[in-house]
């Protein structure tokens, strides 16, 4: 019954506001273009009004003790759009039909005042989506863009105060994760959602959208809260006029560009708090012009994946050559003629050791080698074994029995592990497993770096049999290999009388200054529970480079 009654709620909306409420609305719109006019003449006056926020100057009145009141887009964020936020939480929220119906929606979305164009974006969205569904977008996918945008004076301005509220006409569960987390956040107040059973309806509660200026006066009641920040809009000007101190923010992304000043874009290690991990198909900011861009382009991507991965399993004279033309780039540094030097078997096989970024690491190693490989895996789905190109052999996860198995691989050819267990996006390496230092001295590390400019293909909460369909849907999906060279004699296991996390510890860090990335001690574990959402984010632990087994039990080795 959930459907039915939403389509006759809809109608009754719609016919509601075409015909009761279009006065009402053709006033409310002449009387905001009136106060745009006038606002717009006394210019001047509103900017010695409410000064910019360059003039704030928080450090020298006792900061934390100051409350502060702000809006997110257009003020902690340097966008006014809503647009491309609504189109990744129908994106990766509710899938690629809802997604094509919002980017449709463009096409009258322009004749819209805020309000009904506002509306119009939440119901796309919303309608129909469970409400876990928006949970892990709010947690896993969301932040990223919000971080990649977020402006840097309105932040610094907002992290020296010591009380923050957030004042939103967004739906709340759009923001609050975000804010609260990453922000520090005391109260959000944003547009509420009718939830029916697990589900949103897709309409706003009976409130309506969030008035800021009636909710900052129903907040605080006859107080003031001590700093205002906002834009130079004229709903934006009454929250300002409420606040002891009022200042505009207004961010002119072209100006500072051209003049070279980029402290409006904040660096990745300036965030407040790490990104290590997320989640999410879409690699770029889905703006209306890149989302066309991208349907477009999907039929052709969809054929091109499947022609990519084909020539995969052709000889590597002839499959290479024409994975080159089809628009992948590999770039191979380093040495890649090892044989092994152990006396007693000659036919044992090289151990090459590679951070994971994608499931397709060990073919490109093995593309790089011009010569077959072994890889180790578990979880890894029918389809994904299925197209592969390279021999996998799945693991149990028992330490024992799977250290067994790849010494058998071993002693039978070359074989590929992925020691971090999982795979990561962003510059970091995450803690290694041991037990691979433990099968073989012949070990070369492998420096591994994928390129995604449209779609990622790796996912925590997805289709994982999609993940390689998805990589060479990129328009031009890109791999950097640079083998390093076997590790030193003395730094191994039975040669060197090193211990195994010794050596997990060595590697690590060697892959790490190759790449560039930070070592971490996270864990496989800590990825799907933050990205599950059980245990919320990870702690800041992107400088621990220690992989102590003492305090920690190995869970084994894996590639997936």
């Known amino acids: 019954m959930f459907f039915p009654m939403v389509i006759l709620k809809l109608i009754d909306w719609i016919i509601y506001q075409l015909l009761a409420n279009s006065c009402y609305r053709a006033l409310r719109k002449m009387r905001r273009n009136f106060y ?28 934390q003790q100051a409350h502060i009141v702000t809006d997110f ?37 322009w004749l819209l ?21 928006m949970d892990n977008v709010s947690r896993a996918v969301l932040p990223k863009f919000y971080l990649e945008n977020l402006n840097v004076e309105a932040y610094e301005v907002l992290a020296s105060a010591g009380t923050k509220t957030l004042l939103t006409s967004l739906p709340r569960v759009m923001v609050e994760g975000f804010v609260k987390e990453y922000l520090s956040v005391d109260d959000v107040f944003g547009t509420e959602l009718e939830i029916n059973g697990k589900r949103f309806s897709g309409f ?115 499959g290479t050559p024409l994975g080159i033309l089809a628009g992948v780039d590999l770039t191979v540094k380093g040495d890649t003629n090892w044989e092994s030097n152990d ?45 592969s190109t390279i021999r996998t052999v799945r693991l149990t996860r028992d330490r024992d029995q799977d250290g067994l198995t790849m010494k058998k691989l071993l002693s039978e050819g070359d074989l590929v592990v992925c020691p971090e267990g999982t795979t990561c996006r962003e510059p970091y390496l995450l803690r290694f497993s041991s037990l691979f230092a433990e099968l073989s001295d012949e070990i070369v590390p492998v420096a591994v770096n994928a390129k995604a400019t449209m779609f990622y293909g790796t996912t925590a909460s997805g289709l994982k049999c999609l993940d390689p369909l998805f990589f060479f849907m990129n328009p031009r999906p890109g791999y950097i290999v640079h083998f390093l060279g076997k590790i030193p004699k003395e730094m191994s296991c039975g040669a060197g009388g090193k211990s195994s996390w010794e050596v997990a510890n060595y590697i690590q860090k060697q892959l790490a200054n190759t790449l560039g990335f930070e070592c971490t001690s996270l864990t496989r574990r800590d990825k799907y529970l933050m990205l599950a959402g059980n245990e919320g984010i990870v ?8 992989n102590d087994n003492k305090k920690k039990k190995s869970a084994g080795f894996s590639y997936f």
């Not at 006038?38 to 900061?63: A, E, M, N």
């Not at 906002?230 to 003049?259: A, M, R, W």
């Not at 951070?355 to 180790?376: G, Q």
Request: positive net charge.
């Open 36 to 63: 745009a006019i006038v606002l717009r003449s006394s210019q001047q006056q509103q900017q010695q009004l409410f000064p910019t926020i360059t003039k704030c100057g928080l450090d020298s009145r006792g900061s």
């Open 73 to 109: 887009h257009g003020v902690l964020l340097r966008t006014h759009s809503f647009f491309p936020y609504f189109m990744l939480v129908a994106f990766e929220g509710g899938g690629i039909l809802r997604a094509f119906l919002l980017l449709l929606s463009c096409s009258f979305l």
């Open 113 to 133: 005042d805020y309000e009904m164009k506002l509306k119009a974006m939440i119901f796309i969205s919303f309608c129909g989506l469970k409400t876990k569904d």
């Open 204 to 318: 706003v509660s009976q409130n309506g959208l969030l008035v800021k200026h009636r909710a900052l006066k129903e907040h605080f009641g006859d107080k003031k809260p001590d700093i205002g920040l906002g834009t130079p809009s004229f709903h934006d000007q009454l929250i300002l006029s409420l606040c002891k101190e009022g200042y505009i923010v207004n961010v002119k992304d072209v100006e500072n560009i051209k003049n070279g000043n980029n402290k409006v874009t904040m660096r990745r290690e300036n965030y407040p708090k790490p990104l290590i991990f997320h989640d999410g198909r879409l690699a770029f900011l889905p703006t209306p012009a890149a989302t066309l861009v991208m349907f477009l382009w999907l039929p052709l991507g969809v054929i091109l994946a499947i022609f990519r991965i084909s020539v995969g399993f052709l000889p590597f004279q002839i």
């Open 343 to 387: 006396p007693q078997n000659k036919k044992k096989g090289i151990l090459y050791v590679c951070n994971h970024r994608t499931l397709v690491d060990p073919v490109f190693i093995s593309i790089s080698l011009a010569k077959p490989v072994t890889a180790v895996t578990y979880s890894l789905s029918k389809m994904s074994e299925f197209i």
């Open 539 to 546: 702690g800041d632990n992107n400088n621990n480079n220690n």
